[in-house]
């Protein structure tokens, strides 16, 4: 069955350091997607990236990079210099080629970045 | 380009009242869902629309929510009788294409429902 475990419940960091989340995946499919989104205190969820099963390399967008390692079932999101504004729930989902569409989310990750 | 919209942000009814909530999702997107987020959880999904029809609805407890996209935009998702489990953040979504996994899918701001 496919599932999403984020193992971290809550972390908590000073500003500018760096800090990773994790995300491990389970499925029987060969082709899938995975997403992280970020949850603000507002409470939309916001896209954050979309990876697809068949490319590994690692993505960089400013201060964001994610690791995507299909031999671990990993797809790790490091925020490089965390800042306050940073701080929200993070969860990473996974959509199957066999689905519809729907997206399968983990539990999500807490981070609060302190001043 | 706007967002995804839902109205009310805020609700909060007794047991066994009805409720009902309104989403609008990004203009030309054919995929629609609704996903219940209880706190402390990740968003699961309830239902699924591509245009006016349903693709999964096997999530929905259809002996007391129901919901409905007429003329394939719009949405209304209802709940009577409410139960204390319902209470939760009920986020809508759309996406562009035909139910496509490979879709991204834009959350709107959602509604949280308070059931005393």
């Known amino acids: 069955a496919q599932k999403v475990t984020q193992a971290q419940t809550e972390i908590s960091v000073v500003e500018k350091e760096d800090v990773t989340l994790d995300c491990v995946y389970e499925?029987?499919?060969?082709?899938?997607?995975l997403f992280w989104y970020k949850q603000p205190p507002s409470g939309e969820l916001v896209f954050l990236i979309r990876?697809?099963?068949?490319?590994?390399q690692n993505e960089i967008s400013g201060r964001y990079s994610w690791n995507f390692q299909k031999s671990t079932s990993s797809f790790n999101f490091t925020i490089t210099a965390s800042q306050v504004v940073d701080s929200a729930v993070y969860f990473c989902a996974l959509s199957e080629a066999g689905n519809t569409g729907k997206l399968i989310f983990g539990q999500g990750t807490t981070l609060q970045v302190k001043p | 380009e706007a967002g995804v919209a839902q109205s009310p942000r805020y609700k909060i009814i007794e047991k066994r009242q009805s409720v009902a909530f309104w989403c609008n999702p990004i203009?030309?997107?054919?995929?629609l869902y609704w996903y219940q987020q209880i706190l402390g959880q990740g968003p699961k999904l309830l239902i699924q629309?591509?245009?006016?029809?349903?693709?999964?609805d096997s999530q929905l407890p259809k002996d007391r929510f129901s919901a409905e996209r007429l003329k394939g935009v719009d949405s209304t998702l209802k709940i009577q009788p409410a139960k204390l489990e319902d209470s939760a953040v009920y986020l809508c979504?759309?996406?562009?294409?035909?139910?496509?996994?490979?879709?991204?899918?834009?959350f709107g701001p959602g509604t949280r429902l308070t059931v005393l």
């Open positions: 990876r697809n099963s068949f490319d590994e």
């Open positions: 203009s030309g997107h054919a995929t």
């Open positions: 629309f591509q245009n006016n029809g349903v693709v999964d």
């Open positions: 979504a759309s996406s562009l294409g035909d139910y496509s996994f490979t879709d991204t899918q834009y």
């Open positions: 499925t029987r499919d060969t082709t899938y997607y």
